[in-house]
């Protein structure tokens, strides 16, 4: 047997100790300290093999971000769509797009800030004066404009690949035009077991029938008889409910008026506030009426509901809703030109900012990235 105070036995358990210590710091920590290695303090990432610097970070985020910039703990949000944006100067660069030397010039000889109020002319003297209060060299300022002007570019042409059927248009102005309102009933369970509470009451004849029938969940009498009462009421309860759900929804598909199906349900009647086709109902006091805006029954049937005709029930974990239409106020004549060029470059922006957030995404998942700035 080795003595456990032996100063080899000693020396051999932290060297296997400090062994697995190792593996345990390559595995989790290592990783991203090798690929940071080489990297200079100038450099904040590496994005496909790209070098990006610390001075056109810090530019970024003081032009783009303002008040955000004096917050450290932004800089880690702020480097991402940084980093995005490199991202997508590569993929234009990928896709053929690039900006002429001669279109960079005309493009700073029109900068107001360059040029002479007298004379309309670049004026060197005010040149300097610009670069000397943005802090940058006469280089830097032609990389950024030719940067800004690819991205322009690319993001046009983005544009112009979205095309936006006219039946969408016209769609949008009817529903953002349209002004519907519902009336709606609620019988919350607590309510239905109250309103039943005699149908519901469960006598002791009827628990000790219980008992006898199943005798196999029977273990001790005394205490099991809450149990099989509280089993017995409930199952009371869901035949009622069961029962109210199947005269509404027979009401509703027969074409039934809401007051037959309210006189049924008995719940609590109230009107939502008015709202747009593709809205959400409220109440009286702006909430939400999530239960029935989220319903497939509201979803799919309202338009073929007739006004004060009843829906199906909708069932939701805190009881039953059904509801009616009161108001169908649909424009459904041609939007005019300005209303039709208005809602056309509002969903082609919708539909383009979804399409380049799943472009932007595809590129970050491919790309390789090494990032070398602390945000802590």
Known sequence: MFDSKSPLLKVVSYTITGFFVLIIVISFGM?????????????????????????????????R???MRADPKMDGM???????????????????????DESLKESILQMPALRDPETGRVNAE???????????????????IRKDMLRERFIKAFRMGVAIPSEEVKAEYVAKNSRIQIKYSFLSLMDMQNMYRAQTEVTDG???????????????????????????????????????????????????????AQAVLKGRVAVSKVFP????????????????????????????????????????????????????NLRNETPSEKDYNAIADNLREESMRMIAKNVMEKLYEKAK????????
């Open 126 to 144: 005010r040149l300097n004066y610009f670069l000397e209060r943005v802090n940058i060299s006469f280089n830097d300022l032609q990389k950024i």
């Open 78 to 100: 702020i480097l991402n769509e940084y980093i995005n944006h490199v991202l997508m100067l590569q993929h234009a660069h990928e896709e053929g797009f690039y900006v002429t």
């Open 277 to 328: 086709i593709g809205g959400k109902p409220t109440d009286a006091k702006g909430q939400p009426i999530s239960s029935i805006a989220n319903s497939k029954i509201f979803l799919e049937d309202f338009m073929e509901i007739g006004v004060n005709r009843s829906s199906r029930a909708i069932i939701a974990e805190s009881g039953i809703y059904i509801f009616t239409p009161v108001m169908k």
């Open 65 to 67: 971000f303002g008040a």
């Open 369 to 376: 990235i090494i990032k070398n700035l602390k945000t802590d």
């Open 31 to 63: 990783p991203d300290f090798i690929s940071r290695m080489g990297l200079d303090q100038s450099v904040v990432a590496v994005v496909n093999g790209e070098k990006v610097g610390r001075v056109d970070f810090a530019r970024y985020r003081d032009n």
């Open 206 to 260: 009827d628990i000790a029938a219980e008992m006898a029938k199943n005798k196999e969940e029977v273990k001790d009498p005394k205490t099991d008889r809450e149990r099989i009462r509280k089993k017995i009421e409930s199952a009371k309860i869901s035949s009622i409910k069961k029962n109210t759900i199947e005269k509404v929804n027979e009401i509703a598909i027969r074409g039934g008026s809401f007051d037959e």
